[in-house]
């Protein structure tokens, strides 16, 4: 009876997997089309450094979450990175697709993005509001040579 349970309990479980893995591949086609793009456009223009210009990509969350001090030395950071030149590598986060199922869709992607300075790790989450993505939430780092 118990070895029963148990394999009942596994073909859920990785019928789960798959059908996640499904899903995961489809909204990583499907933003490819429309985000991935968004992420350079985004970039391109928030990477003058201009606080309102950032302001003006933000989500509401994100606004609410960091205070004018806050990015003002975020700015000043990033300043140093100078201007957004290319992507050159970026990759869709399916964990974050998944726990979008159950909360407000993100869409979020991380890579190697090319500024004035050299390369950038890149990690940027995204949200879809009114056919616009909004950010949620960006990191980036410069990329040291040993």
């Known amino acids: 009876m118990q070895t029963h349970t148990l394999r ?8 789960l997997v798959v059908m996640l893995y499904f899903y995961t ?3 990583k086609d499907y933003y490819s089309k429309s985000a991935e793009p968004a992420v350079a456009q ?5 990477s ?3 606080k309102r210009v950032l302001l003006a990509h933000l989500a509401p969350e994100a606004k609410q979450a960091v205070s004018g001090e806050q990015l003002d030395k975020l700015m000043n950071f990033y300043r140093s990175f100078g201007r957004f030149q290319s992507i050159k590598e970026i990759n869709f986060s399916r ?11 993100r869409i979020n992607y991380s890579g190697i993005a090319n500024f004035d300075v050299g390369l950038v790790n890149l990690n940027i989450t995204l949200i879809e509001r009114g056919g616009f993505y909004l950010v949620y939430n960006l990191t980036l780092a410069k990329i040291t040579e040993d």
């Open 42 to 46: 985004i970039l391109t223009e928030i």
């Open 95 to 105: 964990t974050v697709s998944t726990f979008s199922l159950v909360g407000e869709k």
């Open 25 to 27: 591949n489809r909204e």
């Open 8 to 15: 009942i309990i596994i073909a859920i479980l990785m019928t």
């Open 48 to 50: 003058s450094w201009d």
